[in-house]
């Protein structure tokens, strides 16, 4: 019996020792699977139009309405990481990686500029509340390359060991601007991921590496488009002459049916200065320079033989009101096409168009077709 007595109360001190090793273990455990510090942000894209219109002329600088915006929310949780006094900082880093900077980049800001796929066009990124440079120093990412330090998440001097979280915002604007003075092409700015941001624990016990937090501040992709001159009347008209007395021309270099015609140009770019129009595509004589006809005279044909159609320039030009325009040249200088000076971003071209014996004319249908192409600078 004694022995069966020493046996229960064996057992029983065993099933108690277990008891309290159990409740020891649970006590323990929440301390030993806390989460550590861990930092999160989404990427965001700036709010940019869809279309630009760069006027060619303009100068270097700011295209207006071109900005956008977008704002990035850093959280840290788990701070601090131990009570060393630096470990209760969370540093938020935007760089290492950025995006092809432009040469017109100042790396001690105000902001960064981005180079983009057009020549020309570049992007200026402003930050708030702290101003974006591309600087190099220690805190700017991992390998201590280009870029700055957005802000910090401090946890509070009483915070229990990974029992703080707090966040911050950082508000981008972006501005394209053309970096020259001269014409850009159309286009389209291809979307870029502009800036990668990373997190880290400086100092103290921890002083952790840098961690990715695969968030971007993106550019999107943008339409450039680049206005020309209007021609008010279209892009195709019709010049009649008169019907006349083939007597009028009875003797070669004779010229009759002088009749005016005129090309209109309107909303022309801003800055734009002189235009002109240049000929060219027509079917021409090249010792006359007039235009030859188009409606066959040979065998039985309804064409007029040894007739052309001479053009001269018009009043209101560079160049004497009458003169004659060689149509089988390729260049306005040669041609001797007037220039003219915008007026409201636009001008009226005035020519004349006059018959041209070439020899005895013969009755008949005259008709003939010319290209036109208007330069300004």
Partial sequence: MTRSNNQRMRWTRLAGLMLLMLLAFVGWAPS??????????????????????????????????????????????GLPASKSTPDYTATIQAGQYLATLDATNNTNGPGITFATNITGLAVLVTASTVQATSNSCLACGPTSTAGYVPG???APSNSKVNG????????????????????????????????????????????????????????????ITVPTCTISAGANQTVTLPTIDSRLLATTGATAGLTPFSISITNCPSGASIASNVFSGGSTDTTTGALTN????????????????????????????????????????????????????????????????????????????????????
């Fill in 152 to 154: 910090s998440i401090v």
């Fill in 32 to 77: 030993a699977l806390a989460a550590g510090p861990a930092c999160s942000a989404a990427s965001a894209t700036l709010t940019m139009p869809s279309s630009v219109t760069v006027q060619p002329f303009a100068s270097a600088g700011p295209i207006s309405g071109a900005t956008g915006t977008a704002t990035i929310t850093f959280n840290c949780s």
């Fill in 164 to 223: 703080y979280s707090g966040s911050f915002s950082a508000v981008y604007t972006a501005q394209l601007i053309k970096t020259t003075s001269g014409a850009v092409s159309p286009g389209t700015i291809t979307t870029n991921q502009l800036i990668p941001f990373w997190w880290y624990i400086p100092g103290g016990s921890v002083n952790s590496t840098s961690q990715a937090l695969n968030a971007y501040l993106i550019l999107p992709n943008i339409t």
């Fill in 294 to 377: 188009t409606t066959s005279s040979t065998k039985g044909g309804s064409g007029a033989a040894n007739l052309e159609v001479q053009f001269l320039n018009g009043p209101g030009g560079s160049n004497k009101a009458g003169s004659v325009i060689n149509l089988s040249q390729t260049t306005a200088t040669a041609q001797g096409t007037s220039t003219y000076t915008l007026v409201n971003n636009g001008a009226t071209l005035n020519y004349y168009a006059q018959y041209l014996a070439t020899g005895t004319v013969t009755p008949g249908l005259f008709t003939a077709t010319v290209q036109y192409g208007i330069n300004y600078q």
